[in-house]
């Protein structure tokens, strides 16, 4: 397909985005790709490790195709949606424990569906046009493709921090919340390229590795500890609310544009990812979320309001952010049952 291309080269399989003009936006067909040549290189010998890349300064993967999600959900055609997220979650969770090395050049705007490719892998590069974000709580869902594990796997409280508000990361902050690994300036991935299709030879990545830069995040750390360490979204909003600081301040209002039920689903999933510290719970979790959050969340007011028209005035469930009951956030991650997904 002309949206992606998978192939041997050299002594590694390299998978590359090639829609460049829709910020290599993941499709449905571009998943399926992905998941195929992950299937066809898990036992194939001439295939030393995976390379991902894409095409294009402004995007490694800007997310998930959900303009089509819409187009569907609106009509209350459902199942297309959730089978995207069914293959899409199933692809994650093979990347994740992929058997041989994968590295991912990370450029310009990296988020949601794009984490779930790019921050998987087990050598995860950015550099200064590296621009990474869940921001899924401002279109009325929640970090998925197994974006709650890496959240929860951030040191102290950042994973709640991040995955709460949708906050956006340079290269330095990616490294210290755990998204990626390794700092290279981008005019070196050409070079870094060739040397790992000639040799298949991961530890070419860490021999140029650059020394990462300070990270504004990890500066921070003690106040998002400090405020994003509740039980609740309630919890943590009484302790903002509390705080006399910028920081909090600024957190407060970003909190009051996203969907509080999304906001608030978005800690207790982390919290759960924290316990279980599996990809394949976690993806289970993000999917209970997933498979309601057309029909009794706010997906289609955020995606409407953000995407469609474009207004960037959504009409949440919830008028304001500290009123979400918590059996609400219970009752949209309850069990599925028979509709469960299951990896």
């Known amino acids: 397909m002309n949206d992606i291309r998978t192939r041997i080269e050299g002594q590694i399989g390299r998978i590359t985005f090639t829609r460049p003009k829709a910020l290599n936006a993941l499709s449905h067909d571009m998943s399926l790709a992905l998941e195929q040549a992950l299937d066809d290189w898990a036992e194939n010998d001439a ?17 998930g195709d959900i303009a089509a999600m819409y187009e569907a959900g609106i009509k209350g055609k459902y199942d297309g949606p959730r089978t995207f997220w069914r293959d899409e979650y ?20 990296t988020m949601g569906g794009g984490v779930g490719v790019g921050c998987h892998g ?41 995955g709460a508000t949708g906050g956006r990361i340079g290269a330095a902050d990616a490294i210290h919340a755990g998204f990626a690994d390794y700092y290279i300036p981008e005019d070196r991935w050409p070079a870094l390229t060739a040397t790992l299709i000639e040799t ?92 309601r959050s057309m029909d009794q969340g706010d997906f289609l007011e955020g995606v409407r309001a953000q995407i469609i028209d474009k207004d960037r005035n959504p009409t949440w469930k919830h008028r304001q952010i500290d009123a979400v009951p918590s059996l609400e956030v219970t009752q949209m991650l309850m069990p599925l049952g028979a509709d469960a997904l299951k990896i």
């Not at 295939?47 to 997310?63: H, P």
Request: aromatic share 6%.
């Open 47 to 63: 295939v030393k490790m995976v390379l991902i890349d894409a095409e294009g300064d402004r995007a490694f993967c800007a997310g």
């Open 90 to 109: 199933r692809m994650n969770a093979k990347l994740f424990s992929f058997p041989k090395p994968v590295a991912s050049l990370m450029q310009g705007f």
């Open 122 to 162: 087990s050598h995860r590069v950015v550099g200064d046009t590296t621009q990474i974000a869940m921001p899924e709580t401002g279109i009325g869902l929640i970090p998925d493709v197994g974006g709650t594990l890496i959240l929860a796997r951030a040191p102290g409280r950042i994973g709640e921090y991040l």
């Open 200 to 291: 298949g030879d991961w530890t070419a990545i860490d021999r140029a590795a650059h020394p990462v830069p300070s990270s504004p995040l990890a500066s921070q750390q003690a106040e998002i500890d400090a405020c994003f360490a509740g039980d609740s979204l309630s919890d943590i909003l009484a302790v903002l609310k509390a705080t006399d600081s910028e920081f909090a301040a600024k957190t407060l209002k970003v909190l009051g544009r996203v969907s509080p039920l999304s906001a608030g689903c978005t800690i207790e999933l982390v919290h759960r990812a924290r316990l279980s510290d599996d990809i394949k719970k976690a993806l289970e979790q993000e999917f209970r979320f997933t498979y």
